[in-house]
């Protein structure tokens, strides 16, 4: 018997609840450890090296990080940082010369130096990192030990959803970033668009950013005058995607959503009503203003 992969939509109220505030060590695993290793380099340099060239010069640290540029021949130029706060900055500044103080440069191993590096002690939920089928600024989400997804921040929407694995890293590490990590796992659902384009009005997207509660990201992007959120969470055995769009739509909003073999869409809300849903969703201004999507496994 085939698996069938459920979505209901629900109505929704987004959360309100804040994080602590990141520490140093917190953002520069999410923001920078996919390239950057204390004593070796990968795709970019050691910390060692960092701390050589910027130990005594935090100005330089923020202008290079808010503005890269490609310093090493056949090396992969950094994406900017300019979307972290200087004072978030900063933290990573300090973060990298306490965890590189006394190292010094060695060999890069043949292993996974993802596996070895210092600065991860486990899998983390989030991590920028060049990803297969996407653009320069996608980001890699494990949202619990069974569901995986890749969003792009450049384009503003999910690229693709896969469950029972993360990612390897090691093509990417063994390359010096040449290299694309392999998706682990099996690949259940490809978004060839966002559902919310048509919010757009023709212009491009403008990515504002996400915050993390649970060590899951909530991003919040424009498309527009409409200002968006969308998170992805999962309990038991239910992966959901929250949005929230302010201001609502002045009009019924047509939701269209990817179908491939063995999903299958369902909804509560919205017209044609309840049931399997074969085409694209409406959903009335009051419905769009905050709604979450449901994935269930059988």
């Not at 808010?66 to 004072?87: C, F, L, T, Y």
């Not at 043949?110 to 590096?117: K, R």
């Not at 919205?270 to 999507?293: C, D, M, R, V, Y």
């Amino acid at each position: 018997m085939p698996r069938l992969l459920f979505l209901t939509l629900l109505l929704s109220l987004p959360l309100l609840a804040e994080e602590p505030a990141p520490t140093g060590e917190f953002l520069f695993t999410i923001n920078c450890s996919a390239c950057h290793l204390p004593d070796q380099q990968i795709v970019g340099p050691s910390l060692v090296e960092i701390r050589g060239l910027y130990e005594k010069n935090i100005d330089g640290f923020l202008s290079w990080a808010k503005n890269p540029v490609q310093k090493r021949q056949g090396a992969i130029e950094m994406p900017s940082m300019a979307h972290i706060p200087d004072e978030q900055l900063k933290l990573i500044h300090a973060h990298i010369l306490e965890i590189s103080k006394g190292l010094k440069q060695v060999k890069q191993s043949n292993a996974d130096p993802f596996s070895l590096s210092a600065t991860i002690a486990r899998r983390p939920n989030l991590l920028r990192i060049f990803m297969p089928d996407a653009g320069p600024a996608a980001i890699a989400v494990a949202v619990d030990h069974t569901y995986s997804y890749c969003w792009d921040a450049g384009t503003c929407r999910l690229r693709y959803l896969w469950r029972d694995g993360f990612i390897d890293g090691f093509p990417v590490w063994k390359a010096n970033g040449n290299g694309l990590p392999n998706v682990v796992g099996t690949k259940i659902l490809t978004e060839p668009d966002s559902p919310l384009a048509q919010l757009s009005g023709g212009t491009p997207p403008k990515f504002l950013g996400y915050n993390l509660k649970d060590g899951l990201p909530t991003f919040r992007y424009r498309l527009g005058n409409t200002t968006v959120t969308e998170r992805l969470t999962a309990s038991d055995g239910t992966l959901q995607r929250h949005f929230t769009l302010a201001p609502p739509p002045a009009k019924d909003l047509l939701l269209p959503l990817a179908n491939e073999k063995g999903v299958t869409w369902t909804h509560l809300k919205g017209t044609p009503g309840k049931g399997i849903l074969e085409g694209p969703l409406t959903l009335s201004p009051a419905e769009a203003a905050a709604f979450t999507l449901s994935l269930v496994q059988p």
